[in-house]
């Protein structure tokens, strides 16, 4: 499975974004997926995830209230919708997607994942 972010760009803080993970196979509709993000230097954290079914979520501390991810099956696509943004949301976002067994959670670790998406860049200005 290949996997296609796009949507990031540069806003001003206060703005939002549309991140999307777009997949090339409808298998991606029965993994787990998260959202990650990478400040150069610095390792990759979690941002959000999604269970496959989309009936549990996880947002790490710093965003929650202010980003929601959801899945889109029809069109083999997973969203993260950031609001409020600020310049410490800036970074690489990358999606990932869990194609082993997958019970009905999320997954927070890196090597929880077996795709990587290439990377989208999102840069908030102040």
């Known amino acids: 499975v290949q996997l296609q972010a796009s949507g990031g760009g540069l806003v001003q803080a206060g703005g939002s974004l549309i991140l999307s993970c777009a997949a090339s196979?409808?298998?991606?509709?029965?993994?787990?997926v998260g959202w990650f993000r990478q400040v150069p230097g610095k390792e990759r954290h979690i941002v959000a995830a999604?269970?496959?079914?989309?009936?549990?979520?996880y947002y790490t501390e710093s965003v929650k209230g202010r980003f929601a991810i959801s899945r889109d099956n029809a069109k083999i696509t997973v969203y993260l919708q950031m609001n409020n943004l600020k310049p410490e949301d800036t970074a690489v976002y990358y999606c990932?997607?869990?194609?082993?067994?997958?019970?009905?959670?999320?997954?927070?670790?890196?090597?929880?994942?077996?795709?990587w998406g290439q990377g989208t860049l999102v840069t908030v200005s102040s």
């Open positions: 990932a997607a869990r194609a082993r067994y997958s019970s009905t959670r999320y997954y927070q670790k890196l090597d929880d994942y077996d795709y």
């Open positions: 999604i269970s496959w079914a989309g009936g549990s979520s």
């Open positions: 196979a409808r298998t991606f509709n029965t993994y787990a």
